[in-house]
């Protein structure tokens, strides 16, 4: 059954969790975007405050459509438990967090909502103001540094989970929430695990790169600056392969400009640009 705007979600699930929950009531607050599923911000009401004072009883609604859906349901499903799990009996990966799965539906879940800004909108609200070019150190940026570490900390936490290093494959920025609440203010949230599977970390870092270059308005000197920045931190700090990290950035720039059916001039320019801040 797909989700109408006027569906009330309350009647898609099981009464014996309604009761347990003693849920009353489920508002849609706001459509979220998403490309492929249907994705909602809604509110539920519960006669227990337990739940009602938890983050403004905000939730996610995310129901899967397309061929695909019921593998991409299970995969995220899969993972979100588990890190979760793992993370309530390990605080060694403290900074690998993840919404909490609350219901899981036929072709549906609910999450908890994570109140924040994306890491794009940061990136963007940064650029506005245009910080001086001496200010481009990773310490300056935070939620980079930090978003950096989510995704050093899920590769290496993904062998424990699945036996397997893993990768996330999708780095839109959007997927990242920079929690403004509560004890986890400040930390990282990853929101979407759709597409994870078996990979090398250069493979997710030279993609993160890649986004931050290719974000409207592409290619500006602050990103370039800022992108430059960032493979600094990660050749010089972090010991990353520099070789396999740069021949990443430049094959997710080349699968951009066949994905938007960007003219080939503009791949051009961006692998001149690639080369230039390149970390030897």
């Not at 995220?76 to 390990?90: A, D, K, P, S, V």
């Not at 999450?111 to 994306?118: R, V």
């Amino acid at each position: 059954k797909l989700f109408s705007a006027d569906m009330d979600i309350i009647e898609l699930l099981e009464k014996d969790f309604i009761k347990e929950k003693g849920l009353t009531a489920i508002e849609n607050i706001e459509q979220l975007y998403s490309k492929k599923n249907r994705l909602l911000k809604i509110r539920c009401a519960f006669k227990d405050y337990k739940y009602n004072s938890l983050n403004d009883s905000l939730f996610v609604f995310k129901q899967y459509s397309g061929i695909s859906g019921a593998e991409r349901k299970n995969r995220e499903i899969f993972m979100l438990n588990r890190l979760n799990g793992l993370l309530r009996h390990n605080k060694g990966y403290h900074c690998v967090t993840a919404p909490e799965l609350f219901y899981e539906g036929k072709d549906f879940i609910i999450t908890y909502f994570i109140s924040g800004e994306t890491l794009l909108d940061y990136l963007i609200r940064n650029e506005n103001e245009e910080k001086e070019p001496a200010m481009f150190d990773i310490s300056n940026f935070h939620p980079f540094k930090n978003c950096i570490d989510w995704m050093i900390g899920f590769h290496s936490l993904s062998r424990k989970l699945t036996g397997k290093p893993c990768i996330l494959n999708d780095i839109n920025l959007k997927n990242f929430i920079i929690c403004s609440r509560g004890r986890d203010a400040g930390k990282i949230f990853r929101v979407d695990f759709e597409d994870w599977d078996e990979g090398n970390l250069e493979k997710d870092l030279g993609g993160f790169i890649a986004f931050i270059l290719t974000y409207d308005p592409m290619l500006t000197e602050w990103k370039i600056r800022l992108s430059q920045c960032i493979r600094q931190y990660l050749v010089d700090k972090l010991r990353i392969d520099s070789i396999r990290l740069n021949k990443e950035i430049k094959m997710e720039l080349n699968a951009m400009v066949k994905r938007r059916k960007l003219d080939a001039d503009i791949l051009k320019k961006m692998l001149r640009l690639s080369e230039a801040c390149k970390i030897t």
